[in-house]
């Protein structure tokens, strides 16, 4: 860091760019290590170190934000004592940091003047979920390999003393830098960095990262079961499924979570329920728990840490929430599964930019399959009662209905495609005799009423003759009124026109993701709330910076020419998502939005493909 205070204080009074802090000079004399010449070398190198072993590296934010640069601190593995370098480990070990962040800030505070005048430390606030992130993450780094000789000048280390690289903890935050103030920035940068750094490596808690280690290959276990198994979903007993409304947090005093005697199964040493592959009703009583099994379901899709109270809640990891979505835009989409007509309309190739509720929740459940959704999750009270349900007596009412409701392609679905479906049904019993399993929710006790519920349904759906002779006749004509569907994929392309980064008539790319939502890029303003499984901003922005990559490098361009006039988009995605993998999600990332946060966490395909099809301005075409 000696070399960073030099670089500071050598700056103007009033510099706007701190441009010497990212360029970072070096200057390695004559006949050293490393310069066997007459002449000396100048060179560049933004990483600094605190010692030979724990390195900041200063990184432009974006480019309206000199005097925010962000920092990566790497700290060697061994240092802490870890050699569990997995992503959870990874978090806890950010959530351990955050809080020498946070003091620092305390200190900082000044309530009479904002933090660029003060100075400040921004970091990722990560809730419940375990995420893939670009602030907290192990890496190879090669060691130090020059000493410091005063100022910036460097000699090199021989190669025998430089060592092996080492598995680096490695992890992202901001620091706001006063304005003309080199002082201050020396006290930001090079006094209280590497003192939180010390601090962070000397009162490490190694006992929680070990259990967090531990718990983290319990979660990895059930999810690879599940993934083999017939069951798409897991809730252990001792569960506290109910959220504290102002934290977000387990509610304290909630009943645990405890599978009936009968359904209980046990997954490495952890008993629990476990629901079946197929059709799956959660029904029960207003406020008697059965919305708050869905969300936690839901959840199950990501990890949670200690004292979540979901921990050991696993979910299909393809799994969608779906609910209707009155205006959303749909492009040449083939509804016609549930939709057979509409009035002018082709529901083979229906496009609309204010969808129904009806038409939105087919679209939804449609697009989410075609992404590779496995398990769909669905609340009654958040869908079209029309696409949900149609009861005997409205069939018998209505002769000409359009709408095949979801209680007749359910089944299908699964017997077809492989997609189970779990669903939160309070005021219908259509669902209670096409339902592989009915759970009923008491006072947030659970129960499997399958048997009894299809005996009532036996009981109460006849309630006339001439009803009982309608339905006799809809029940022989099934086949031909309720056809099976060919194909439930759509094999669907995007035209590159409209699909660019660049606002028509205007020479910048143009990538906003506030936190509101919503994703603005180019002429496209998404409207991403109703994505329900995108837990956070993070995971918008990322989202954000994956559409712009891939619309520079296949769309329409502002002076350039696309080299195809469509793009397979499934095909396109699946090869940016190994590039991520073999790489990371800070490969996405670019400085020239000041719009968009620095901080990105890891999407799933099918969210990132739910934003691509609310895409009001681009072209879907049939693949030919």
Request: glycine content about 6%.
């Amino acid at each position: 860091m000696t070399r960073l205070k030099s670089l500071l204080m050598s700056m103007e009074n009033k510099t706007k760019n701190w441009r010497e802090m990212y360029e970072g000079l070096i200057f390695i004399p004559a006949c050293t290590p490393g310069n066997p010449t007459e002449f000396p070398v100048t060179g560049s190198d933004p990483t600094y170190w605190s010692d030979r072993d724990i390195s900041f590296t200063v990184e432009t934010t974006n480019r309206m934000a000199f005097d925010r640069p962000t920092i990566l601190c790497q700290i060697p593995a061994e240092m802490l004592g870890i050699t569990d370098y997995s992503t959870a480990v990874a978090d806890d070990c950010y959530r351990q940091f955050i809080p020498y962040l946070e003091d620092l800030n305390s200190e900082l505070y000044n309530r009479n003047k904002p933090p660029e005048e003060t100075g400040y430390y921004y970091m990722a606030h990560p809730t419940g979920e375990i995420l893939v992130r670009n602030t907290a993450y192990f890496t190879m780094r090669p060691r130090k390999d020059y000493k410091n000789l005063g100022g910036y000048k460097i000699i090199n280390y021989p190669d025998e003393e430089l060592g092996a690289p080492q598995m680096c903890l490695s992890m992202r935050f901001q620091v706001q830098l006063k304005p003309n103030d080199k002082k201050k920035a020396v006290q930001l940068l090079v006094g209280n960095l590497p003192n939180i750094a010390a601090l962070f490596i000397k009162y490490f808690d190694h006992e929680r990262s070990i259990k967090v280690g531990a718990l983290y290959e319990k979660q990895k276990y059930l999810r690879n079961w599940l993934r083999d198994s017939d069951y798409c979903a897991f809730l252990a007993n001792g569960s506290i499924l109910p959220r504290d409304s102002k934290t977000g947090g387990a509610m304290e005093g909630a009943i645990p979570f405890i599978a009936p005697a009968e359904e209980e199964i046990e997954v490495c040493g952890i008993k629990g329920l476990g629901i079946k592959k197929g059709v799956t009703v959660i029904t029960g009583g207003g406020y008697s728990g059965k919305s708050t099994v869905l969300d936690t379901i839901s959840a199950g899709i990501y990890d949670h840490i200690f004292g979540d109270g979901r921990e050991l809640c696993i979910t299909d990891i393809s799994a969608m929430t779906i609910s209707a979505e009155d205006g959303r835009s749909v492009k040449n989409l083939d509804i016609s599964p549930f939709i057979s007509w509409l009035p002018g309309g082709d529901t083979e190739h229906f496009s609309t930019d204010h969808a129904s509720g009806s038409t939105s929740q087919a679209a939804n459940i449609l697009e989410a399959m075609d992404a590779g959704a496995k398990l769909l999750l669905i609340d009654e009270d958040k869908s079209a009662t029309n696409f949900m349900i149609r009861d005997a007596l409205m069939k018998e009412l209505i002769r000409r209905e359009p709408i095949t409701p979801f209680t007749e392609r359910v089944n299908e679905l699964h017997e077809s495609c492989a997609v189970s479906t779990i669903l939160v049904i309070g005021g219908s019993g259509e669902y209670l005799a096409i339902a592989d399993n009915v759970y009923l929710m008491d006072e947030y006790l659970i129960s499997n009423v399958t048997e009894k519920a299809r005996e009532i349904y036996r009981k109460n759906t006849v309630i006339s003759e001439e009803t009982k002779k309608y339905s006799d006749e809809q029940q022989n004509a099934n086949s031909s009124s309720v056809p099976k569907v060919k194909d439930w994929y759509q094999h669907r392309i995007i035209s590159t026109d409209g699909f660019s980064p660049y606002p028509k008539q205007f020479g910048r790319e143009k990538l906003e993701v506030p936190d509101i939502g919503f994703i603005i890029i180019g002429e496209e303003k998404i409207n991403a709330n109703l994505v329900h499984d995108i837990v956070c901003n993070e995971q918008r922005t990322a989202i954000g910076f994956m559409l712009r990559l891939l619309e520079t490098r296949e769309g329409g361009g502002l002076f350039s020419e696309p080299e195809h006039e469509t793009v397979d988009i499934i095909q396109k995605t699946d090869e940016l998502y190994r590039e991520i993998e073999e790489k990371d999600i800070d490969m996405v990332y670019s400085g020239n939005f000041p719009d968009c946060d620095r901080f990105l966490a890891y999407p799933r395909k099918v969210d990132f493909m739910a934003v691509v099809n609310r895409m009001r301005h681009v072209n879907f075409l049939n693949h030919s």
